[in-house]
């Protein structure tokens, strides 16, 4: 990430606020995007403009469910 921006890979405690969201919001900031209140930023589809849509969900869809 240029920024230094991390996702919250695998603390449950990180996602819980997100989650609270529900998944549709949180596809919708991966594949466009997301500067948080705090700064960090997203950067459109993970920096990388090659990823479909389904690619993106699926990958949200993974982090998700792997979240301790």
Known sequence: FPSG??????SRAAW???LTQG???LVQHA???FAGPAG???P????NDALT??????AVRYLVSHAN
């Open 5 to 10: 921006a991390r996702s919250p890979r695998s």
């Open 23 to 25: 998944i549709d919001p």
């Open 31 to 33: 594949t466009a995007g």
């Open 40 to 42: 960090d930023e997203m």
């Open 44 to 47: 459109a589809r993970g920096g």
């Open 16 to 18: 819980s606020p997100r």
């Open 53 to 58: 849509d389904a690619e993106i969900a699926a």
